[in-house]
């Protein structure tokens, strides 16, 4: 069966979407492990905000689940308080 006009459309909206979530999922790492690399409470409370934004922002777009978002700020705020 041949492609036709509509499912070649959807071919390429899925490869746009698939890159622009790959980033936002990215940013969500990065910011993660600037949390955990903190070793001064002070900025791992900085860093700890910042990640929060960054998690509910994408979240919010549905790229990740809202549960696995609240999963992974729940872990950080644990780290952040174990810190002295």
């Known amino acids: 069966m041949s492609a036709k006009g509509s499912e070649l459309k959807r071919v390429r909206q899925a490869r746009k979407a698939n ?34 934004k960054i998690i509910d922002k994408v979240a919010s777009k549905g790229i990740i689940h809202k549960n696995k978002a609240s ?13 002295k």
Do not use: G
Not at 22 to 36: E, Q
Not at 71 to 83: E, G
């Open 19 to 52: 890159i622009r979530n790959k980033a936002y999922k990215s940013t969500v790492s990065t910011s993660i492990k600037k949390v955990l690399n903190s070793t001064k409470k002070e900025d791992a409370m900085n860093n700890l905000n910042e990640a929060v």
């Open 71 to 83: 999963n992974k700020k729940s872990s950080l705020y644990k780290h952040t308080n174990s810190l």
